[in-house]
């Protein structure tokens, strides 16, 4: 078990290094092919992808079990990988992408769906702890190592890198997995999945697209929205006549399910809140390079990672999991109003302690939620119950994200517009896209002024998003405090 244990770590750790290990890159890429048209595309196609195919691995692994699909998955992203790095354009590259993303999906949700099945649940919690520190270690890592190779290598390294550690678990996965394979005659729900698929990446564009390409009040995003509560509706219409749906209606009925994937939604909006909004900060705001502001996130990977290990083994040794979200979500308050009362004149010595103890708080919610599903999920739907967690993820990391940044595009015209000129206020863009560079290019006046109005508006976001994580709270509250033995109590 050791072997496959550290095998799923290493997938886990390239499927989240490669959700941003691009950003770094992404320019030197599109100047090289020439395809800075489709910059956008080259995000949103992986991530798209990596969305839809979540929930039909899970359904999958229900029906037919675990261990072809993640052969099939590691196999899928590591062709990705090779067939990236190889792009000889844009358009070859967001194809390849998506082959990529097609892996990533089963990455995410069947390593869960593997631990569940290979370790007891009383041991989950520590091993749960561990692939918390691995995910929150790839994604922060991923912009830095980007950075690395495409100076000193080339872009193409960055997809390059995934083979050797990736045929590596993909060997010892083969060998060492053995798991078997179950039967099912129940039909596939291809229309729920069809239309999760359509409201996964109608809600990806959403936060894309919203306030950087468009603006929120454009009929584009309107649309966007709108098709996003028509799909809802038809794809919770459609599951409850669905015979073997690929989200089972049942789940919900289990109240530590429903209450844990809301609390994943709080928490998500909130982990993509300060992780978009810090480096934001830092960079406008404090006049930080990016290089040295991507350096600052580290602090982050060292709380995240103490406290998933020794927060694991808490929850492994007293077989309880609520303690840990609800500590977690209850000291999420506390840090928003950390970030918030930041100014351009803030030390770096406390940005980086509001960091740390960000890291420790994130630890104590993220995984510890997954635990709270899976604890409480019949076994037959395990699959489906941890996709539904990993898709309130994303929920949370997308469209909780969007209500939020186009609250900030809202505030920071207002904002501009009462500290600059007229003239001056338009050439500033909402979406606080202007570039560092552009930013000391102006009079030290203005300058200042700028600074002064996102320092602001970035405040206004922490302080919006601290009612989220009382509701975090409430809900981690509301989750049933099972003791995770073999035999826990499934609620109905």
């Keep these: 078990m050791r072997i496959v244990v550290i095998a799923m770590m290493i997938c886990s750790a390239l499927g989240s290094l490669d959700l941003t290990i691009v950003s770094t890159a992404a320019p030197t890429i599109v100047g090289q ?12 196609t992986y991530i798209i992808v990596a969305g839809v195919t979540t929930p039909l691995y899970g359904k999958l692994a229900d029906l037919y079990g675990t261990r072809r699909l993640y052969i099939f998955a590691i196999s899928a992203f590591l ?9 000889q354009s844009m358009i070859q590259l967001i194809v390849f992408r998506a082959v990529q993303g097609v892996g990533a999906g089963g990455l995410s949700v069947l390593t869960m769906t593997v631990v569940a099945e290979i370790v007891p649940l009383r041991e989950r919690g520590k091993f749960m702890g561990m692939f918390g520190a691995v995910l929150g270690v790839g994604a922060i890592a991923g912009p830095l ?3 690395i190779l495409t100076d000193q290598l080339s872009w193409r390294w ?5 083979l050797p550690l990736g045929l590596i678990a993909l060997v010892a996965i083969v060998r060492e997995l053995k798991l078997p394979p179950k039967k099912s005659t129940a039909p596939i729900d291809y229309a729920g999945f069809f239309l999760l698929a359509a409201l996964i990446a109608d809600i990806t ?6 306030g950087a390409q468009y603006a929120w009040s454009s009929p584009i995003i309107i649309a966007l929205a709108a098709g996003a509560m ?3 509706a038809l794809f919770v219409m459609r599951e409850l006549r669905a015979p073997e749906p690929i989200m089972p209606p049942r789940l919900f009925r289990i109240p530590s399910i429903t209450f844990a994937c809301l609390a994943n939604v709080m928490v998500h909006t909130w982990v993509t809140v300060i992780g978009t909004f810090v480096p934001l900060f830092i960079q406008l705001a404090m006049g930080i390079s990016a290089f040295n502001s991507g350096l600052l996130q580290l602090p982050i990977v060292f709380g995240l990672m103490v406290v998933s290990i020794v927060g694991g083994g808490l929850i492994t040794k007293w077989r309880r999991y609520k303690w840990s979200p609800v500590l977690g979500s209850a000291l999420a308050v506390p840090s928003l109003l950390l970030f918030a ?32 599903i899976q604890a409480t999920a019949p076994e037959r739907d395990m699959g489906s119950a941890t996709a539904t967690g990993a898709f309130s993820q994303r929920i949370g990391g997308s469209l909780g994200f969007a209500a939020l940044a186009a609250l900030f595009s809202i505030r920071l015209s207002a904002e501009l517009s009462q500290r600059l000129p007229a003239g001056t206020a338009a050439r500033i863009p909402s979406d606080g896209s202007i570039s560092p560079m552009d930013l000391r290019a102006l009079p030290a006046d203005l300058r200042a002024a700028v600074e002064l109005a996102f320092a ?4 206004s976001v922490f302080l919006w998003t601290i009612p989220l994580m009382v509701l975090a709270l409430v809900f981690s509250l509301m989750l049933k405090d099972v003791r995770i033995d073999e035999g826990v109590e499934i609620e109905v």
Excluded: E, K
């Design 230 to 232: 028509v799909l809802v």
């Design 341 to 372: 009362t930041m100014t351009p004149d803030t030390s770096l010595w406390l940005v980086v302690t509001y960091m740390v103890f960000f890291g420790l708080t994130v630890g104590l919610c993220m995984q510890p939620l997954m635990v709270a």
């Design 33 to 44: 092919l020439d395809g800075v048209q489709y910059l956008s595309l080259l995000f949103t």
């Design 205 to 210: 564009l959403l936060a894309s697209w919203g």
């Design 145 to 147: 190592l980007g950075g």
């Design 79 to 87: 062709v990705g990988s090779v067939l990236s790095g190889a792009a």
């Design 456 to 459: 602001h508006t970035i405040r």
């Design 158 to 162: 960055i997809f390059y890198i995934n």
